[in-house]
């Protein structure tokens, strides 16, 4: 592993560390965590919490005098109308939310979204001042077949199609590291974010079982600028631990 001299670290931004906290936390629990957290974290990191809808408005309250900001897990690519069940992005905005997840493998596979929808979704959160976190990643399958670099330029190429890179972030996470506990090593990420930064200059994420025991190791590659973290996010003191590296 390439160690990093400490001219590169201050020229560095901070990691931005998210937790992905998926279908987890009502209210009080959401609110607990928040408290721990508080109490746990120093300033190493950005970061950002993607809770349940129902939990935002007041962690957003919770969360006012700190740096700690608060983001959507999906959203709707209309901005109203009649789509039952569906969250707009100026909802999210006025909850409290900054940023969006767009694109998660889990949203591919079980609610159908192509990358033509992510492309509209990605547009409409812009409009609406949310910073997307898209996701891209290959199946193991495809990794196998040594498709991973094709796989996730097209899904970028589909998904980013009009888009202005400047305002999003992109979120590098194989599938089959993802909730598995298989980590890709931080050599194998390191490889594909590098890949992905020689087309498009923004910041990239690596998500896919990041905990505390290889985080470090991850964040200290040179292209990988933070985390999407899931099962390990859970927990106050685990995902502080990440933040704190
Ligand atoms: P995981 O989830 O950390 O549990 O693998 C990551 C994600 O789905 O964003």
């Known amino acids: 592993m390439k160690e990093k001299s400490q001219d590169q670290k201050i020229v560095r931004m901070k990691p931005l560390i998210a937790a992905n906290w998926k279908m987890n936390k009502d209210i009080a629990e959401s609110k607990e965590f928040v408290n721990r957290l508080l109490k746990l974290v120093d300033n190493s990191s950005e970061i950002v919490l993607f809770a349940s809808f129902t939990s935002l408005y007041i962690l957003r309250t919770m969360l006012e005098h700190s740096r700690i900001k608060l983001g959507g897990q999906n959203m ?11 969250v707009s992005a100026s909802m999210l905005k006025d909850a409290g939310c900054e940023y969006v997840i767009l694109g998660h493998s889990e949203r591919r596979q079980y609610f159908h979204e192509t990358d033509e929808t992510i492309n509209k979704k990605i547009k409409v959160a812009l409009k609406n001042k949310l910073m997307p976190i898209v996701c891209v990643g290959e199946t193991l399958e495809q990794r196998e077949n040594s498709e991973t670099e094709s796989v996730v330029k097209n899904q970028l190429e589909k998904c980013l199609k009009g888009v202005k890179i400047k305002n999003v972030v992109i979120a590098y996470e194989p599938i089959w590291a993802i909730g598995t506990g298989k980590t890709a090593t931080p050599e194998q990420a390191e490889e594909v974010h590098k890949f992905i930064k020689g087309m498009y200059k923004t910041r990239i994420i690596y998500g896919g079982s990041m905990k ?25 003191k685990s995902f502080a631990e990440i933040c704190n590296d």
């Not at 709707?76 to 569906?86: A, D, R, V």
């Open 76 to 86: 709707h690519s209309e901005e109203k109308g009649t789509y039952t069940g569906e």
């Open 212 to 236: 505390p025991e290889n985080a470090k190791e991850l964040l200290s590659m040179p292209d990988i600028d933070g985390g999407l973290v899931g099962g390990a996010s859970l927990d106050a």
